[in-house]
């Protein structure tokens, strides 16, 4: 017993140290969401098959409009991915982390004239 605890105070930790240190994530990962503004047409696709109401387009005409993302309501299922059809938006494998700063809440993806980043 004595010599199992000196070795493993010791060796190396077989555990991860996330978030004090990196993790290798398999591949196709649901994590953090990356979205690529200039392929984003404000279709609203992504927004009508979201099950967890994560996305929101606010249209005022064709091309006057605002695309928002809300990481607390997102269950990172994947699905908007799917329905894209210009593979604007899509799961990276980066871990979400948590926040407490609520202008994180409420993320301006893609604005279509208007040029501000605060919800109106
Ligand atoms: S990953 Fe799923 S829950 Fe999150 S925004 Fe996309 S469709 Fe909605
Ligand atoms: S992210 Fe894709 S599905 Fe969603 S509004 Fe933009 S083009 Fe349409």
Same mark, same amino acid.
């Given at each position: 017993?004595?010599?199992?605890? @000196?070795?493993? $105070?010791?060796?190396?930790?077989?555990?991860?140290?996330? *978030?004090?240190?990196?993790?290798?994530?398999?591949?196709?990962?649901? %994590?953090?969401?990356?979205?690529? =503004?200039?392929?984003?047409?404000?279709?609203?696709? +992504?927004?009508?098959?979201? =099950?967890?109401?994560? $996305?929101?387009? @606010?249209?005022?005409?064709?091309?006057?409009?605002?695309?928002?993302?809300? *990481?607390?309501?997102?269950?990172? +299922? %994947?699905? +908007?991915?799917?329905? +894209?059809?210009?593979?604007?938006?899509? #799961?990276?494998?980066?871990?979400?982390?948590?926040?407490?700063?609520?202008? %994180?809440?409420?993320?301006?993806?893609?604005? %279509? #004239?208007?040029?501000?980043?605060?919800?109106?």
């Amino acid at each position: 017993m004595l010599r199992a605890l @000196i070795d493993a $105070l010791f060796s190396k930790a077989d555990t991860v140290q996330y *978030p004090y240190g990196p993790v290798s994530l398999p591949e196709g990962f649901r %994590g953090a969401i990356e979205f690529i =503004p200039e392929r984003c047409t404000g279709c609203g696709l +992504c927004v009508r098959d979201c =099950p967890a109401n994560g $996305l929101e387009l @606010i249209r005022e005409s064709r091309e006057d409009f605002q695309l928002w993302y809300y *990481p607390a309501r997102c269950a990172y +299922c %994947g699905q +908007c991915q799917l329905t +894209c059809p210009r593979g604007a938006i899509s #799961h990276t494998n980066d871990m979400v982390l948590p926040t407490t700063d609520p202008e %994180g809440l409420a993320v301006l993806l893609k604005t %279509g #004239h208007k040029n501000s980043n605060k919800k109106q």
